[in-house]
């Protein structure tokens, strides 16, 4: 398989932790969201993605696949060992709406793009910038923080790992990137750790990857 | 089953929707998310959903659920019957990329709270709110032409309704709200168009919920 991704893609981290949970060698192809106004905007990159976004996957089967919920939910089906989706559909709902907090409430409104509309477009200074980045992170966390609060062993929910971790670590390694501190999360902070201390999850930390600078 | 919901909110729209496909009664509580500050706030909404956001789904057998993917993938796995993801598993993550390109792509980031810290946080004006909206919601809905344009029949996939039709008719009615012109999207166009002769989508439309105002 080939995984279009960019080492600092909080939505590329989130898959590429998920192959190696499912232990499922790929190829990194590097797709630079920085370099020339964005490779993801290429017209080569287009072909492949025509929503210019990473990640998108190719497999050896069929056409390629694209947003990162859409991708981890085709590898669980695919490759249903080790399950990261729990067999209770209750308890799947959650681990859902727990990566729906983070794919949707926090990440989009933090994401590269949106950044870079409220500094060139509406002429937001860096600090404004971080703010906004900030709130938001703040907010998301706040709801985890409740969420997982009395289900949380190890990891989100009880000890076995879920998608759900594999969605929190990227956005906490993004909250740690822009230094907001995780002292009012506890839990989140433990998870995260604990996560982070797996072969399969550190192999996918951007400082691992090959396009890492 | 209870659904709290806001006539307007376009989260709540899908899962209504998707209730109605699949004939499932329910009873709608409707939260007010202007009223006093946003009825989702306040400590007895909270008790039901701790995120503060609508929807939230009470059903009689387990804890209520959250978030509008998550609350879609669970009717589906309940009430298989008419299936919304379809049976090829890269169709169904066709589907899914769909449903993501709106509800993590374009929503959350022309969501109510993003709009009113553009205006109290950052002081922004009217215009340059509504300028954002349809920055966010033109580019959303330029790169699901793209997806759908090879593929669209009566539906976003063929004759057959799925979660994707479910997530883009609110996505396309808060479009037309805001006033954005459809003439460079004649696929959605037409899908919406198709998708809102249904009785489903017509009843689990903002004018006929007993909320709307």
């Known amino acids: 398989m080939n995984l279009h991704t960019y080492f600092r893609s909080s939505a590329s981290f989130r898959v590429r932790i998920v192959l190696n949970l499912k232990n499922q060698a790929y190829q990194a192809i590097p797709v630079h969201m920085l370099r020339d106004g964005g490779e993801q905007h290429s017209p080569a990159y287009r072909a492949i993605n025509p929503l210019g976004l990473v990640p998108a996957l190719e497999t050896d089967e069929g056409p390629v ?41 926090i990440h989009p409104i933090n994401n590269l793009r949106v950044l870079k509309y409220l500094k060139t477009e509406l002429g937001h200074s860096e600090e404004e910038k971080t703010a906004w980045y900030r709130h938001w992170i703040v907010t998301g966390l706040e709801a985890i923080e409740k969420m997982i609060g009395d289900r949380a062993g190890q990891y989100c929910l009880g000890d076995s790992i879920t998608l759900a971790d594999a969605f929190l670590v990227p956005q906490v390694w993004n909250a740690l990137r822009f230094e907001c501190p995780l002292d009012r999360f506890p839990t989140i902070a433990t998870v995260y750790e604990n996560a982070m201390a797996l072969e399969a999850v550190k192999l996918a930390q951007p400082s691992a990857q090959p396009d890492a600078e």
Chains 1, 2 share one sequence.
Do not use: G, K, M
């Open 65 to 105: 696949l694209t947003q990162s919920i859409a991708i981890c939910e085709f590898l669980e089906e695919t490759y249903p060992e080790p399950r990261l989706l729990p067999a209770d559909r209750f308890e799947r709902a959650w681990v859902r709406s727990l990566c729906n907090v983070i794919a949707c409430d």
